[in-house]
């Protein structure tokens, strides 16, 4: 008690405040690295101008897709509020997440279609996903997933209105990225000097982490949807996340960072559908 006789307020540990801080640092790596945005250094454990290791960092994947694609949400917010139609607001929120990301995760999608269904060998499909250049399945694999999000997120914004339309949207970026962190660390990598060789691969506990942390918004999502249609959403983008690991290993003996962007773009998309399916 203090000396007015009020309750003292308790002081975080050095222990909680040393792990939050930490926690924060990774966030920041892993928005550096997944997005085009500019954060400078959030603490003194955070050095913007280091190689991140994702065997300390990919906890954070998740928390990074909430910070990157709380953007692309609060335009949708904000554009919800003048007469444009909901397309037209769903195709500006999606350009905005490609933006910020620098479609670098559908030029993963891109890559993944023209190399699984362009080569005939793994190592031809290999080649081809490390080519620059665009294919035909790469660009029927982008108009087919960019036409589908932009469609479900209008769909969304007139179901569930904007408020819980932002809510939605900022679970699915966090869901994609706990998927795509679940399989970087269940699958081999199917180049010896790719992703894991320079980054780092990420253990299973940073991946059970992960998905620690998306949870509690998902639990928020119960309030604003349906039961079952998360649920549905849920169990097909979790089905989706295993069915591309398991057609990348097939094709070419394991994930690279394409496949983990394919992940990414798949599994959103489908828990977007999965959603809207169960009204």
Known sequence: ????????????????????????????????????LPLPAVNNLDDPGSVPDFRKIARAMPLAGAVTGLIPALVLGLLSLTALPALAIAALAVMTAAAVTGALHEDGLADVADGFFGGATPERRLEIMKDSRIGAFGAMALILFLTLRITLTAALLERTGAPAAMLLLVAAEMLSRTLMLWQWAAQPSARPD????????????????????????????????????????????????????????????????????AIQQVTLTVFLGGLLAWT
């Open 1 to 36: 008690m203090t000396p007015q006789g009020q309750p003292q307020e308790p002081e975080s540990t050095p222990e909680s405040s040393g792990w939050l801080r930490q926690l924060a640092a990774d966030t920041a790596a892993c928005v550096r690295f997944f997005s085009r």
């Open 194 to 261: 790719g992703l894991g060789a320079r980054f780092g691969v990420p253990g299973a506990g940073a991946a059970l982490k992960g998905g620690l942390f998306t949870l509690p918004v998902f639990l928020c999502l119960f309030s604003v949807q349906p039961v079952f249609g998360v649920i549905l959403g849920l169990a097909l983008a979790i089905y989706s996340a295993m069915f591309t690991a398991k057609l990348a290993l097939k094709a070419i003996g394991g994930v690279t960072g394409d496949v983990l962007g």
